[in-house]
């Protein structure tokens, strides 16, 4: 990713800054250009922090409250001074805005910046439609497709009818619901390593509602998500592709599916 879009902003135009999460950074950076790309459009100005690194979640789910606390200082100091946060990930984001709080309430120097960064921090798809309000897209994507909410972004970040409204401005998108939509996929970041017979019994049913939906890809706002039911499918012989929803609102699907080029 890109340093940071240094251009000082119009009168009057907000600064976001771009959270671009590990698992983008790492294994799908054309996720964190889509995410600029549909910010700009929408008339904001973006900025990738230099100094932001991994939002903390395996530490703290891990129990390592000591190292958790410490990445949250340093994403918080990194990103303060930005009229929103934005994450194209609702489990990154659930983590800054419900999770930070909660670690740093008895630090009395750390605890208000750690709420005060929660209430700016949106997930990319809810800051679209809630904040930014954009109308219109100029995407087309022609494809029956199912959306899969992930568990963070679906109940800590409340992102749902979000997705689904910008999906259906792309020209072309046939959306077909899975009839278990909201199950989780079995990844659930270190549980996946730590169940992993759970886990694969999870994502086993999972690709079977998205064979039972009749989509030939299948879209999600968080990679983990995506890169555990993309390795399924491949494992199973499915034809079904597996994209990130911000690459194809931002009519960037030129690039093989996740898990095509494994």
Not at 77 to 94: K, L, Q, R, W
Not at 98 to 111: G, I, K, S
Not at 237 to 254: I, P, Q, W, Y
Request: with cysteine; hydrophobic share 40%.
């Amino acid at each position: 990713m890109p340093s940071a879009v240094q251009a000082k902003p119009p009168g009057g135009q907000k600064r976001v800054a771009l959270f671009v999460t590990c698992l983008v950074d790492l294994f799908r950076p054309s996720v964190g250009f889509a995410a600029v790309k549909l910010l700009e459009q929408a008339g904001f100005t973006v900025e990738v922090p230099e100094a932001q690194t991994c939002c903390g979640q395996p530490a703290y789910n891990s129990g390592d409250r000591a190292d958790a606390q410490a990445i949250a200082r340093n994403t918080i100091a990194a990103f303060e001074g930005y009229d929103y946060i934005v994450a194209p990930s609702g489990s990154c984001g659930g983590m800054l805005r419900c999770h930070y709080p909660e670690l740093l309430a008895e630090d009395p120097q750390w605890a208000p910046r750690a709420s005060a960064l929660a209430a700016r921090c949106y997930e990319l798809t809810q800051f679209l439609v809630d904040i930014a309000q954009l109308d219109a897209l100029d995407a087309t994507f022609p494809s029956r497709v199912a959306y899969h909410d992930s568990c963070s972004s679906l109940r800590e970040m409340n992102v749902k009818a979000q997705p689904r409204a910008l999906l259906g401005k792309v020209k072309g998108v046939q959306i077909s619901e899975l009839a278990e939509t909201e199950a989780c996929c079995g990844f659930g970041g270190t549980f996946c390593v730590k169940f992993p017979d759970i886990s694969n019994s999870m994502v086993e049913r999972k690709t079977a509602d998205i064979a039972a939906s009749g989509a030939d890809t299948v879209l999600a706002g968080d990679l983990g998500c995506l890169m555990n039911i993309a390795g399924k499918l491949k494992r199973e012989g499915s034809n079904v592709k597996v994209r990130h929803v911000a690459e194809v609102l931002a009519g960037m699907t030129d690039d093989a599916a996740i898990g095509d080029a494994e």
